[in-house]
């Protein structure tokens, strides 16, 4: 094998991790702005944003844009 065989090699699995981390770091994005930001709800925002990224690519949008939605908080003894 040549020089540039390894160096293909290395670049497609240089491709390959990256593709890997861009996919994790998409997972956790919503997540961990829900928790930066006290979301009321962070874990369901963490599990919307990974079932969305993993079942379809669509709706991964709208678990970010819930990150940063805040809730209104309720009165209490009204």
Sequence with gaps: MSF???F???ILIVLIVTAVAVFV????APGYIAKQRNHPWPAAVEVAGWVTLICGFVFW???L???F???PKRE???
């Design 4 to 6: 540039i065989d390894y």
């Design 65 to 67: 844009v819930w990150a």
């Design 69 to 71: 939605v805040d809730a």
């Design 25 to 28: 770091a998409m997972g956790m």
């Design 76 to 78: 209490s003894g009204k």
């Design 8 to 10: 293909a090699i290395f």
């Design 61 to 63: 949008p709208l678990s």
